[in-house]
């Protein structure tokens, strides 16, 4: 059975994730980003005040907040760094399979990375690929969410919302994102919207090829509308809808995701082995 931690425990994400390890019978210990009250704890779920001694014979340790990094000297097992601005010097997590041998720690990649890298599993015959993303509040965990809450209650009050929390207007506003350098023909759109990121695909084949719906691999469901953020927020699924041009040559292809399933719980379950 592997021994982990998982710091920031307390959080949405970390609650998320401690659920997810302790559903695959992994030995989960919760810690905090500092000390709790008992207040401060939420629901069932006992979290410590972290120290070197609770990191004694651990497999891995997976940061979800940013700790007091003295705890972490001398660790000798994996660390796996999954805040929303992990290290940039750490390699990322690969896309498939399990953790690279010889690879002690690793960063977190976007939720985003982890759909299109599905694209070749969904289609045959796939050239180009652009189209819009339309990213919720969901990646930010807590601070997203009590981002948008605040922000929402200030428009219902006829005030003007507090940006400081997101960085970023965000209640009743669609925000668009100038596609960034070396991502490809992307444009990402913040829609406010707490659950359900949107990727809305225009699909070319390459040439002398046709689009080629295949079976949906484990995790995605074809469905047979687009689907709306609502329902890909109740859904443990991806949801992919194909909608084919007459020729074969062109196709609209939408994805719809939960970005903390898709980003954190699965990824993290995948390179741990427990999935």
């Given at each position: 059975?592997?021994?982990?931690?998982?710091?920031?425990?307390?959080?949405?994400?970390?609650?998320?994730?401690?659920?997810?390890?302790?559903?695959?019978?992994?030995?989960?210990?919760?810690?905090?980003?500092?000390?709790?009250?008992?207040?401060?704890?939420?629901?069932?779920?006992?979290?410590?005040?972290?120290?070197?001694?609770?990191?004694?014979?651990?497999d891995a340790v997976i940061l979800v907040g940013t700790p007091d990094f003295?705890?972490?000297?001398?660790?000798?097992?994996?660390?796996?760094?999954?805040?929303?601005?992990?290290?940039?010097?750490?390699?990322?997590?690969?896309l498939a399979g399990a953790w690279p041998q010889g690879t002690k720690s690793?960063?977190?990649?976007?939720?985003?990375?982890?759909?299109?890298?599905?694209?070749?599993?969904?289609?045959?015959?796939?050239?180009?690929?652009?189209?819009?993303?339309?990213?919720?509040?969901?990646?930010?965990?807590?601070?997203?969410?009590?981002?948008?809450?605040?922000?929402?209650?200030?428009?219902?009050?006829?005030?003007?919302?507090?940006?400081?929390?997101?960085?970023?207007?965000?209640?009743?506003?669609?925000?668009?994102?100038?596609?960034?350098?070396?991502?490809?023909?992307?444009?990402?759109?913040?829609?406010?919207?707490?659950?359900?990121?949107?990727?809305?695909?225009?699909?070319?084949?390459?040439?002398?090829?046709?689009?080629?719906?295949?079976?949906?691999?484990?995790?995605?469901?074809?469905?047979?509308?687009?689907?709306?953020?609502?329902?890909?927020?109740?859904?443990?699924?991806?949801?992919?809808?194909?909608?084919?041009?007459?020729?074969?040559?062109?196709?609209?292809?939408?994805?719809?995701?939960?970005?903390?399933?898709?980003?954190?719980l699965r990824p993290t379950l995948r390179l741990l082995g427990l999935m």
């Amino acid at each position: 059975m592997l021994k982990l931690a998982v710091i920031g425990a307390q959080t949405l994400v970390g609650r998320e994730l401690v659920s997810a390890l302790e559903a695959c019978e992994a030995s989960v210990v919760p810690l905090s980003i500092g000390a709790l009250t008992v207040d401060e704890e939420v629901g069932d779920l006992v979290v410590f005040a972290p120290s070197q001694l609770l990191l004694e014979g651990l497999d891995a340790v997976i940061l979800v907040g940013t700790p007091d990094f003295a705890l972490l000297e001398g660790f000798p097992g994996r660390i796996l760094d999954l805040r929303a601005e992990p290290e940039a010097r750490i390699d990322p997590m690969p896309l498939a399979g399990a953790w690279p041998q010889g690879t002690k720690s690793l960063r977190g990649r976007p939720a985003l990375e982890q759909v299109l890298a599905l694209i070749p599993s969904l289609l045959d015959g796939v050239g180009e690929v652009g189209g819009t993303h339309l990213r919720s509040v969901a990646w930010l965990g807590d601070k997203g969410l009590d981002g948008l809450v605040e922000q929402t209650l200030a428009v219902l009050n006829g005030e003007d919302p507090d940006p400081a929390k997101l960085g970023y207007r965000q209640a009743f506003e669609l925000v668009p994102v100038p596609p960034v350098a070396g991502k490809g023909r992307l444009m990402e759109i913040r829609v406010p919207s707490f659950h359900g990121d949107l990727l809305v695909l225009q699909v070319r084949a390459q040439e002398g090829h046709t689009l080629v719906k295949k079976e949906a691999p484990a995790g995605v469901q074809w469905v047979d509308a687009a689907p709306s953020s609502r329902d890909v927020a109740v859904s443990a699924d991806l949801l992919a809808h194909f909608d084919l041009a007459t020729d074969g040559k062109a196709a609209v292809l939408t994805l719809g995701f939960d970005p903390v399933l898709w980003g954190v719980l699965r990824p993290t379950l995948r390179l741990l082995g427990l999935m």
